[in-house]
């Protein structure tokens, strides 16, 4: 299992969207709904903040939303806040486990 | 409240072993899918292995670094998962996550903890 590929970094003025993408294959993130983001600020426990694709559990902000066009997925943050600001992994179920991308980068401006 | 963690980190020499161990409470630990992520310093992260819970089988599936090395078990009657990990490496340096799984995803997250190899 390789690791999905996303961009190092993103950045963007507080007010403004950011969009990062996480591309895998057709074994990963094209072949199954099951495509998840995490929010982890440094020291912390990552966190989930998209699931199966698009949705948003419990507590997580509107500002947060996930799509997926064939095997690559994105996660967008809309009206940017400087709390925004952490290290962001996508997720892939890959068949019996679990693949991650290298992790972007969100820095806020 | 679900609630996980971790514990039995620290450092070992190449070629030692550690068990770690993940606690959990506030849900119904025995009907749960779990897994191990670990994090190597300044890197992303990593699924190490995922186990299904007995009624599923309970059996466990494993990174491909790690295959032959590494054990995952749990001990329902302690709401406890395990992660034996022997013949350790350097790359093997890293906070270690456990985290359930629900559906695809890793709902979860315990708050880490260190393994160093070094000799």
């Known amino acids: 299992q390789s690791a999905l590929t996303q961009p190092r970094s993103v950045s963007g003025s507080p007010g403004q969207s950011v969009t990062m993408s996480c591309t895998g294959t057709?074994?990963?993130?094209?072949?199954?709904?099951?495509v998840s983001w995490y929010q982890q600020h440094p020291g912390k426990a990552p966190k989930l903040m998209i699931y199966?694709?698009?949705n948003r559990p419990s507590g997580v902000p509107d500002r947060f939303s996930g799509s997926k066009s064939g095997n690559t997925a994105s996660l967008t943050i809309s009206g940017l806040q400087a709390e925004d600001e952490a290290d962001y992994y996508c997720?892939?179920?890959?068949?019996?486990?679990?693949?991650f991308g290298g992790g972007t980068k969100v820095t806020v401006l | 409240e679900v609630q996980l963690v971790e514990s039995g980190g620290g450092l070992v020499k190449p070629g030692g072993s550690l068990t770690l161990s993940c606690a959990a409470s506030?849900?119904?630990?025995?009907?749960?899918?779990m897994i191990w992520v670990r994090q190597a310093p300044g890197k992303g992260l990593e699924c190490v292995g995922r186990?299904?819970?007995?009624?599923?089988?309970?059996?466990?599936d494993y990174v491909a670094p790690v295959i032959g090395r590494f054990t995952i078990s749990r001990d329902d009657s302690k709401n406890t998962l395990y992660l034996q990990m022997n013949s350790l490496k350097i790359e093997d340096t890293a906070v270690y996550y456990c985290?359930?799984?629900?559906?695809?995803?890793?709902?979860?997250w315990g708050q880490g903890t260190l393994v160093t190899v070094s000799s």
């Open positions: 506030g849900f119904t630990f025995n009907s749960a899918w």
């Open positions: 997720c892939s179920y890959a068949g019996s486990l679990y693949v």
């Open positions: 186990i299904k819970p007995k009624t599923d089988g309970g059996t466990a």
């Open positions: 199966d694709v698009s």
């Open positions: 985290a359930t799984v629900i559906s695809g995803r890793l709902d979860a």
């Open positions: 057709s074994s990963d993130v094209g072949g199954y709904n099951y």
